[in-house]
């Protein structure tokens, strides 16, 4: 056979090849099956590359494949599902390399494990009570995501700790500056809390549902007494108020007990308030 015949035959062949492929592409298209769809017109465009039949409906079967994953990954993300929307993002960039859309979702879920980092970071800080730390960390996240509701918890945490710390009296101001080294290996929660005591000649009370027998382990060298007590609070689960210029509550950190003792504050007040208004002066008017 001459090579003119072979070349021919094996155009027709190539031809019935990709027609074949052709058909089975749009036919799993039109069964719902997108992914199968694409692998059968990219065969029959390989087999017919100068078709523009087959080489349109396979790019038009590529794009609604990568709109289809685009969706699947912005869909995954909204709903935080961070693997599975990296996934979806990735398919629609194999098909479409550089798509912005597929490119962006990618360095959007990067950013938000960053951020995710950051918090857990600043939790940690925050537990052994480095408040500057974890503030710069909670303020790196909202730059980045104003509406970050992780970091807007934690900023509001930190306000009410240096809020309560603001409050305390002259006199147990003084006393929480001071500095103290201490260690204290698997010691119970009340012997900490004597030395303390000892140490900075305050009271503390403590609320009946505090186990003071609890077991903490405390190493710190010129440390400051304020951020000392609160270490030991953050860790234990517990949190305090000051009764007066040298006594404190402790009590544990719970949403019944921090109520309560709001509560208590609230009532303590009314009663001023009510003296206040009764023995209040009436203002005098020159007719």
């Known amino acids: 056979m001459r090579p003119f015949a072979l070349f021919a035959l094996a155009a027709i062949v190539a031809g019935c090849a990709g027609s074949s492929a052709y058909e089975q592409g749009m036919r799993l298209q039109l069964e719902g099956k997108p992914a199968l769809a694409l692998v059968k017109l990219e065969e029959a465009m390989k087999a017919n590359p100068k078709s523009a039949e087959i ?23 909204a709903a935080q599902q961070a693997e599975q929307a990296e996934a979806a993002y990735r398919r629609a960039l194999e098909l479409d390399p550089g ?37 710069a960390l909670a303020r790196n996240v909202l730059a980045e995501d104003p509406g970050s509701r992780a970091a807007r918890n934690l900023m509001r945490r930190l306000k009410e700790l240096q809020a309560r710390g603001e409050s305390a009296p002259p006199s147990l101001k003084a006393a929480l500056n001071r500095s103290v080294t201490l260690e204290f290996r698997d010691s119970s929660l009340r012997s900490i809390f004597d030395v303390l005591s000892r140490t900075a000649g305050l009271n503390f009370v403590f609320d009946k549902d505090v186990r003071a027998d609890t077991r903490t382990t405390v190493f710190v060298r010129n440390s400051n007494l304020d951020d000392v007590i609160k270490l030991v609070l953050v860790t234990n689960q517990l949190e305090r108020k000051v009764i007066n210029e040298n006594s404190m509550l402790i009590y544990p950190n719970t949403p019944a007990k921090l109520k309560e003792y709001q509560e208590l504050v609230v009532r303590r007040r009314l009663p001023w308030c009510a003296r206040s208004s009764r023995h209040a002066t009436p203002t005098s008017t020159r007719s």
């Open 55 to 77: 080489r349109s409906a396979y790019f038009r079967q590529r794009d609604a494949l990568v709109a289809q994953y685009l969706v699947q990954g912005d869909t995954a993300r």
């Open 99 to 135: 798509n912005v859309r597929a490119e962006a979702g990618i360095a959007s879920l990067a950013g938000g494990r960053r951020r995710e980092e950051a918090i857990a970071e600043a939790e940690l800080a925050l537990k052994s009570g480095d408040l500057a730390a974890a503030e």
